[in-house]
């Protein structure tokens, strides 16, 4: 089992910026991409942002490409997505992913994500 905690969400302004993180704990010698996904107010939840087990290789959506970036520091065990120039339709909770596949192929498909956090709220006024 792994345990993924989210913290780092909260309200601010459309331009600003945001930085939410994830501690992860317990058999992460099973882990490769690590993922962030967002779900919206009456939006199915998709994919942001992954990145592989030693960081080498980071996955977005199209959407967030040039704005936002992921990070990891295995040695702590956190992964980060650094926000930038937030948009008010990026409002959502942000949930935290650990996948036991590895490569391009599973690091945007949810469904290849056992481990998930409790999430964190993000609110973009606009």
């Known amino acids: 089992q792994v345990q993924l905690v989210e913290s780092g969400g909260g309200l601010v302004q459309a331009g600003d910026s945001l930085r939410v993180s994830c501690a992860f704990s317990g058999r992460t010698i099973d882990i490769y991409n690590m993922g962030w996904f967002r779900q919206g107010p009456g939006k199915e939840r998709e994919f942001a942002a992954a990145i592989s087990w030693g960081g080498g290789t980071t996955y977005y959506v199209d959407s967030v490409k040039g704005r936002f970036t992921i990070s990891r520091d295995n040695a702590k065990n956190t992964v980060s997505l650094q926000m930038n120039s937030l948009k008010h339709e990026e409002t959502a909770v942000y949930y935290c992913?650990?996948?036991?596949?590895?490569?391009?192929?599973?690091?945007?498909?949810?469904?290849?994500?056992?481990?998930w956090g409790q999430g964190t709220q993000v609110t973009v006024s606009s």
């Open positions: 992913a650990a996948s036991t596949f590895r490569g391009r192929l599973y690091a945007r498909d949810k469904s290849k994500y056992a481990y």
